[in-house]
């Protein structure tokens, strides 16, 4: 007797699931919620960044709310103000505008008219080559009324601030122009009076640095589970072009996913930041990067220093804006404007693509994994594989309409008892419906196959197959999608998709592989027959593929069992997506209630 080490029986199917979905699950919480340790001031000088200056500048600005027009926001733009100034004097490259005559009126929201006088402070450092354009970086110095700060947007004016005295030292290629701006909490004010000043037109491509939530503790639990206190990495919230996001993904970890961009374009989150502007009314490539966990923080006291935890999210956004800003500058152009479709795996790399090659590659993948499997099933059927009876085929589409009304019955039951959970309680809803999904699919599946005593193998095969066919139609509707509304957020259902087609291409190879090695054995039967005592008639016309009752006395080799390994190809790599965008959409848009968004949208989604 052959032992198996993973046998094909329902206990087995059920510990791997459970148990790969709980390592994936852990492991992506980890990545969430845990950001690399900062370095210490030696290494971080090694890298170029002077962290404890850095430290001390944001230290300064934060120590008390310092809204637009009041006495605490004078102080601060004089201490930024200062700073410039030392690095202006230091090296002639750099050039500042002290900017208080810039003014503009303009229509908010097609409802509030809005007249401003401008404070920024423009910084423009010169590029290697001047007939570039220039690039440029905004961030706003201004608290709300109510906070003080430090993630919005203290940490991304020191990020700005060091970069400035960066290029200073490392002249860049093109021109670096920097908007330190003043009154964005009070309508976006500072970047609509950029466009008064005779520098906006040297520039084509900018970096936005926002705080839309705040860098600050872990969850209670991973406190105790990592010994750790500091989370929180910035996202790219929007971006023009594939181009741009390909220029994103040169930091150490990018973070991102195009379903961000489609959340603001839906107007599921209500928020603005100044990427509207340098967009809109200045028609401008760009990129939007932005904190948003621990939004109940946001716009409170408790945007603070000591919330912060330790330096990590702020040595996070120092990296990241000294890596993506040297790139944007030491590149000659940024000419492509194709709709960017990316995510980050892991928050190691990012995948980009064009939209308009995505579209391409998208009904390529799926006609030429058809025209495999297809390929593949002709040949099982041809060495005498026979489907299961029709019965069999009605199990999984039944069983997947139960388990999309079981989830939806548990989400509604949850919107009605406590609609505010999302806020407060993200992993408990996000590990309930998993478990509800998983178990309402599962299950009904174990009791059928139990009650007809039907072949593993066969079952294995069938499922495969509907599976594949099932992320067929969604990849067609998504293609569908893309094309008309330009919406990207389901770019995770090619790789459900591909997935799936890896899964029952093994399934239909192993298979074939059996067919071929018994048609071998049948031949070598046949050609061992004495043909003397055959008549010539009486040969069979094809030999390999044998009588029934040739078959059933021969013993043949059955199909390996590579069930595990088709189940780790069609799982890991989705889970891996789909939970990592459970785990951001949850962060981003449960914590959107605060802005009037309805709970239910963070919840579905």
């Not at 920097?178 to 491509?205: I, M, Q, Y």
């Amino acid at each position: 007797m052959k032992l198996q080490l993973f046998p094909l029986t329902s206990s087995w199917v059920t510990k791997v699931s459970v148990i790969t979905y709980i390592l994936v699950f852990l492991l992506l919480v980890r990545i969430h919620e845990v950001l690399p340790a900062s370095p210490s001031q030696k290494d971080a000088l090694k890298q170029g960044i002077d962290l404890d200056a850095a430290w001390s500048d944001l230290e300064t600005i934060t120590q008390v709310p310092h809204p637009y027009n009041s006495g605490a926001n004078e102080v601060v733009r004089n201490y930024l103000l200062e700073r410039v100034r030392e690095v202006a004097n230091r090296y002639p490259t750099v050039q500042i505008s002290d900017d208080s005559i810039s003014n503009i009126s303009y229509v908010e929201n097609k409802v509030t008219g809005i007249y401003v006088e401008g404070s920024n402070i423009l910084v423009k450092v010169e590029g290697r080559n001047k007939s570039l354009p220039a690039v440029l970086f905004s961030a706003h110095f201004d608290s709300s009324a109510l906070a003080l700060g430090v993630t919005d947007d203290g940490m991304g004016t020191i990020s700005l601030l060091s970069l400035i005295e960066h290029f200073a030292k490392d002249q860049p290629l093109r021109t670096a122009l920097f908007n330190l701006n003043n009154g964005e909490e009070d309508g976006l004010c500072g970047s609509h009076t950029f466009f008064r000043h005779p520098w906006w037109k040297v520039a084509d491509t900018f970096l936005n640095i926002e705080g839309a939530g705040s860098g600050g503790y872990l969850h209670i639990i991973f406190q105790r589970l990592t010994a750790q206190n500091s989370n929180r990495r910035p996202i790219l919230f929007r971006a023009s072009s594939a181009e741009l996001v390909k220029a994103f993904r040169h930091t150490d970890r990018p973070h991102g996913t195009i379903t961000s961009s489609d959340a603001f374009s839906l107007g599921l989150v209500r928020s603005m930041t100044d990427f509207e502007v340098y967009a809109g009314r200045g028609g401008m490539n760009g990129l939007d990067v932005s904190f948003y966990f621990n939004r109940d923080k946001y716009h409170t006291m408790d945007d603070n220093i000591a919330n912060l935890g330790d330096r990590a999210p702020f040595w996070t956004i120092l990296k990241l804006t000294r890596d993506v800003g040297s790139h944007l500058t030491n590149t000659e152009r940024h000419e492509e404007k194709q709709r960017p479709i990316y995510w980050d795996v892991l928050g190691r790399f990012m995948v980009v693509f064009g939209m308009d090659g995505l579209v391409w590659l998208l009904p390529c993948t799926l006609v030429a994994t058809i025209v495999v499997t297809l390929g593949m099933g002709s040949y099982v059927w041809y060495m005498g594989e026979r489907p299961s009876p029709s019965r069999q085929w009605i199990h999984f589409p039944l069983c997947l309409i139960f388990s999309i009304l079981c989830s939806s019955f548990f989400v509604t039951i949850l919107c009605k008892i406590n609609p505010l959970i999302i806020y407060s309680s993200p992993y408990p809803v996000i590990l309930g419906i998993i478990a509800v999904i998983i178990t309402s699919l599962l299950l009904p599946l174990h009791i059928i196959a139990n009650k007809h005593g039907d072949d593993p193998s066969h079952i294995k095969t069938i499922l495969s197959t509907q599976y594949f066919l099932f992320t067929g139609v969604l990849v067609l509707g998504y293609i569908q999608m893309l094309k008309r509304l330009g919406f990207g957020g389901f770019y995770f259902l090619e790789i459900l998709h591909v997935g799936a087609a890896l899964a029952i291409i093994l399934d239909l190879g192993d298979r074939s592989w059996s067919a071929y090695c018994s048609s071998t054995i049948i031949r070598s039967q046949f050609e061992e027959l004495d043909e003397s005592t055959q008549p010539l008639l009486e040969i069979h016309s094809n030999p390999p593929r044998g009588s029934e009752s040739d078959r059933e006395s021969v013993s043949t080799p059955k199909p390996r069992n590579l069930w595990l390994l088709e189940f780790l190809i069609s799982v890991i790599p989705i889970s891996v997506l789909v939970l990592q965008l459970a785990l951001i959409v949850s962060a981003a848009l449960g914590q959107t209630i605060a802005d009037g968004s309805s709970p239910v949208i963070g919840l579905y989604t």
